[in-house]
């Protein structure tokens, strides 16, 4: 069945590092979409990507689409206390379905 | 503009026995989902609606789980009987359309099963 797996699953960083985490589909993707999840909270919608290779950038988040619509990016530059939280891909396949990959929780130490 | 609304936050029963979650969404998102979210874990879909009819329930532990969107706006998921592993925050979403369109997550309700 569809799996969206992402990596890794936990990051501690220090305030000002950056951060990246993954996300790998088994099947090919009609588009991404990126949530972050706060502790205690509920998943918000960061950005949704659709073309292959596409690269989106929200001041310090750029996201990538892979060229194969099979794998994605999320990089945060600099990062800050505020970007702690559980980030979550979600693939959508070709019949509209969405499927959210793993999650990668991140801890940002001041 | 109001977000998704959820009712109740928490909950807490016994195995066995059942409880209802309700849900209000976005007005005019014709697209209505229910997730399961287990501590550590991505949300897992339970069930799309499209307007009041269903899109996908392949997930939806049928023996125990239900759900109906009736006129095609508010949503209640029912678990009758409760067991153990059911203990997550149960998630609702709306979205205008279907999965190409973003989700808006309501608060979730928190069930503990003992």
């Known amino acids: 069945g569809q799996q969206v797996m992402q990596i890794p699953q936990y990051q501690h960083v220090q305030e000002g590092e950056d951060f990246t985490t993954y996300c790998n589909s088994s099947?090919?993707?009609?588009?991404i979409q990126w949530y972050k999840q706060r502790p205690g909270g509920h998943p918000v919608f960061l950005i949704q990507?659709?073309?292959?290779?596409e690269v989106k950038k929200q001041k310090r988040l750029t996201f990538q689409f892979g060229e194969a619509k099979k794998n994605s990016s999320l990089h945060i530059t600099a990062t800050q206390t505020t970007d702690v939280g559980t980030y979550f891909c979600a693939g959508v396949t070709g019949a509209n379905n969405l499927f959210f990959g793993t999650g990668t929780r991140l801890t940002v130490i001041p | 503009e109001a977000g998704v609304a959820q009712s109740p936050r928490y909950k807490i029963i016994e195995k066995r026995q059942s409880v209802a979650f309700w849900c209000n969404p976005i007005?005019?998102?014709?697209?209505l989902y229910w997730y399961q979210q287990i501590l550590g874990q991505g949300p897992k879909l339970l069930i799309q609606?499209?307007?009041?009819?269903?899109?996908?329930d392949s997930q939806l532990p049928k023996d125990r789980f239900s759900a109906e969107r009736l006129k095609g706006v508010d949503s209640t998921l029912k678990i009758q009987p409760a067991k153990l592993e059911d203990s997550a925050v149960y998630l609702c979403?709306?979205?205008?359309?279907?999965?190409?369109?973003?989700?808006?997550f309501g608060p979730g309700t928190r069930l503990t099963v003992t």
């Open positions: 990507l659709v073309k292959s290779g």
């Open positions: 609606f499209q307007n009041n009819g269903v899109v996908d």
């Open positions: 979403a709306s979205s205008l359309r279907g999965g190409a369109y973003e989700q808006y």
């Open positions: 007005s005019g998102h014709a697209t």
């Open positions: 099947t090919t993707l009609s588009n």
